[in-house]
Nanobody, 124 residues
């Protein structure tokens, strides 16, 4: 199993930037994909970006494409989400997730391990 801890959320003005971090521990010797998801009040959790075991393949939701960048440093067991040009509609709780697979799942239900979440609030 894998344990995940997110950090880096906060309050930022529109057009600003934040970088989220997710540190994984536990059974990290096995290959695993990682992803960032978000959930706003009254809405379902949705995918933001995912990255495969090596970092060579990524997926982005259309709503964040060109603004957000997902990356990982396997030596540090850490994934990142660089968020630029933030908009008020990006406001949500952001969750890091992991799935033991050699592929690149993109759905909420395809991830087994989840962090506690970190709040991102973008003011207009």
């Amino acid at each position: 199993q894998v344990q995940l801890v997110e950090s880096g959320g906060g309050l930022v003005q529109a057009e600003g930037s934040l970088r989220l971090s997710c540190v994984a521990s536990g059974r990290t010797s096995r290959p695993y994909a990682m992803g960032w998801f978000r959930q706003a009040p009254g809405k379902e959790r949705e995918v933001v970006a995912t990255i495969n075991r090596s970092g060579g393949r990524t997926y982005y939701a259309d709503s964040v494409k060109g603004r957000f960048t997902i990356s990982r440093d396997n030596a540090k067991n850490t994934a990142y989400l660089q968020m630029n040009s933030l908009k008020p509609e990006d406001t949500a709780a952001y969750y890091c997730a992991a799935q033991e697979t050699i592929w690149l799942p993109v759905g909420v239900k395809e991830y087994a391990y989840w962090g506690q979440g970190t709040q991102v609030t973008v003011s207009s």
